[in-house]
């Protein structure tokens, strides 16, 4: 069974910086698109980053283009987002959610098989 697993997330201020960890089983995880999703309160659960694992093919959402990246550890099967620069809008609840087997870039909460249980980060001053 396909199971994700995040860790990282926490409070910081404005302009501060966090890394989430994504740890990944059950599922061979080169075959995969793994991505990071926020849903902050009273909103829809979007997506902020994603990797196709197939095609090294990355998506940013404009937003966070320039001050979060999204990189791997094939060894030890864990996507990482480091945020940088962080906004209280970047506020959320982030969410690893994980599709495949696929050789293309999805990247929408819909779209995905499978979720972990979320971590939460606070941007406040």
């Known amino acids: 069974e396909a199971q994700l697993a995040e860790s990282g997330g926490g409070s910081v201020q404005p302009g501060g910086s966090l890394t989430l960890s994504c740890a990944a089983s059950g599922f061979t995880f080169d075959d995969y698109v793994i991505g990071w999703f926020r849903q902050a309160p009273g909103k829809e659960r979007e997506a902020v980053s994603c990797?196709?694992?197939?095609?090294?093919?990355?998506y940013y959402r404009p937003s966070v283009e320039g001050r979060f990246t999204i990189s791997s550890d094939t060894a030890k099967s864990t996507v990482y987002l480091r945020m940088t620069s962080l906004k209280p809008e970047d506020t959320a609840v982030y969410y690893c959610?994980?599709?495949?087997?696929?050789?293309?870039?999805?990247?929408?909460?819909?779209?995905?098989?499978?979720w972990g249980k979320g971590t939460r980060v606070t941007v406040s001053s």
């Open positions: 990797f196709s694992r197939a095609d090294g093919d990355i």
């Open positions: 959610g994980a599709i495949g087997p696929i050789t293309t870039m999805i990247c929408y909460p819909r779209g995905m098989d499978y």
